[in-house]
C-alpha cells in the first residue's frame, strides 16, 4: 500500500518563502515519476511540478522560476522549495504518485500567502 504524507506548509508573506516535504511509504516510488499539485479554495485541482525518476523536472508556467522541486530516493521524499510566494500560491498543496494507473495522493497542506 502507498502511503504519502505531505508537510512543511503555513503562513508566508508575499516574496517570502516555504518548503514542503512529502514523504512516500516503500522504496518502490523511486522508480516513478512524482509530482504536486495544489487546489485554491473553488477551484480544480491543477498540476504545479513533476519529477522523473531520473531526476528531471517540469513545471506550470505559474510557478517558473520561482519553485523547484527535487527528490531523495535514500529518502523516499520529495520536495518543493517555494520563493517569491504570491498571494495566488495560496492552496492545499498535494504530493501524487501513479502507480498501475491509479493514483495515490496525500491528505494536503495548507500554504497561505499574505500580509
Known amino acids: 500500500q502507498v502511503q504519502l504524507v505531505e508537510s512543511g506548509g503555513g503562513l508566508a508573506q508575499p516574496g517570502g518563502s516555504l518548503g514542503l516535504s512529502c514523504a512516500a511509504s516503500?522504496?518502490?516510488?523511486?522508480?516513478?515519476?512524482m509530482a504536486w499539485y495544489r487546489q485554491a479554495s473553488g477551484t480544480r485541482r491543477e498540476l504545479v511540478a513533476t519529477?522523473?525518476?531520473?531526476?528531471?523536472?517540469s513545471y506550470a508556467d505559474s510557478v517558473k522560476g520561482r519553485f523547484t522541486m527535487s527528490r531523495d530516493k535514500a529518502k523516499n521524499t520529495i520536495y518543493l522549495q517555494m520563493n517569491s510566494l504570491k498571494p495566488e500560491d495560496t492552496a492545499l498543496y498535494y504530493c501524487?504518485?501513479?502507480?498501475?494507473?491509479?493514483?495515490?495522493w496525500g491528505q494536503g497542506t495548507q500554504v497561505t500567502v499574505s500580509s
Open positions: 501524487n504518485i501513479v502507480i498501475g494507473g491509479r493514483a495515490y
Open positions: 516503500g522504496s518502490i516510488f523511486a522508480i516513478y515519476t
Open positions: 519529477i522523473t525518476s531520473g531526476g528531471s523536472s
